[in-house]
């Protein structure tokens, strides 16, 4: 099993040049996450998705869209760029599972916007 | 949301025991304490998690306080390879009958030979 993997790992735009991300995962779980880590902080959630064909805001999802067309896939879009959304993102998924629902997560992505 | 307070960072001699601890006052009854590490800039790593009881695995003790509103991490045998930032975590309830992770800003641990 190869887990959770993204590409690109690295990325360079210029202010308002859009891109996509994406995220795959081969363990066949339910739930889905996208998040980003600015230098010196914890990880912010972006958005979610609890199964194909859904997804909900988190924390700071501004700027961002998403789509989960596939159980295994999870995309994440940045239609116009912006400096400010220059970080590191990480996806991660999980079983639907109350007590054990441990999330695993991607290698990350390096995105820098000019 | 309930959020962690940790110390920035840790020094551990090799082959001691680790012990992270974390505060996390305003957490409610139904919500999980999870610990991750981050080794230089990878994907965040499980570690362990619990509700009230204290909890073992092949990688660290979690010791949770009467009263839930901390908990310590321990790594009993702390080799160099255990140098990495180690987040305490809440779970809380998010919309869609999921949960969300709510990140600190986490202790970064450097185990020293």
């Known amino acids: 099993n190869a887990g959770v993997t993204q590409t690109p790992k690295f990325r360079v735009l210029k202010t308002g040049q859009s891109m996509t991300l994406l995220c795959a995962q081969d363990?066949?779980?339910?739930?889905m996450y996208w998040y980003r880590q600015d230098p010196g902080m914890g990880l912010r959630l972006i958005h979610y998705?609890?199964?194909?064909?859904?997804?909900a805001k988190g924390e700071v999802p501004d700027g961002y869209n998403v789509s989960r067309l596939k159980k295994q896939n999870f995309l994440l879009g940045l239609e116009s760029a912006a400096p400010s959304q220059t970080s590191v993102y990480f996806c991660?998924?999980?079983?639907?599972?109350?007590?054990?629902?441990?999330?695993?997560f991607g290698p990350g992505t390096r995105l820098t916007v000019l | 949301d309930a959020k962690t307070t940790q110390p920035p960072s840790m020094d551990c001699a090799e082959g001691r025991a680790a012990n992270l601890p974390c505060n996390h006052s305003?957490?409610?009854?139904?919500?999980?304490v999870y610990w991750y590490r981050q080794i230089h800039s990878q994907g965040p790593q499980y570690i362990i998690h619990?509700?009230?009881n204290n909890e073992t695995n092949e990688m660290a003790s979690l010791i949770i306080t009467e009263d839930r509103k901390s908990s310590t991490l321990i790594l009993p045998h702390a080799t160099l390879r255990d140098t990495a930032v180690y987040y305490c975590?809440?779970?809380?309830?998010?919309?869609?009958?999921?949960?969300?992770?709510?990140f600190g800003t986490g202790t970064r641990l450097k185990v020293l030979a």
């Open positions: 991660a998924s999980s079983y639907r599972d109350y007590n054990t629902d441990t999330q695993y």
């Open positions: 363990m066949n779980h339910e739930y």
């Open positions: 998705s609890v199964g194909e064909g859904t997804t």
């Open positions: 305003t957490i409610s009854g139904n919500e999980y």
């Open positions: 619990g509700l009230k």
């Open positions: 975590i809440v779970r809380v309830a998010a919309t869609s009958g999921t949960y969300k992770y709510i």
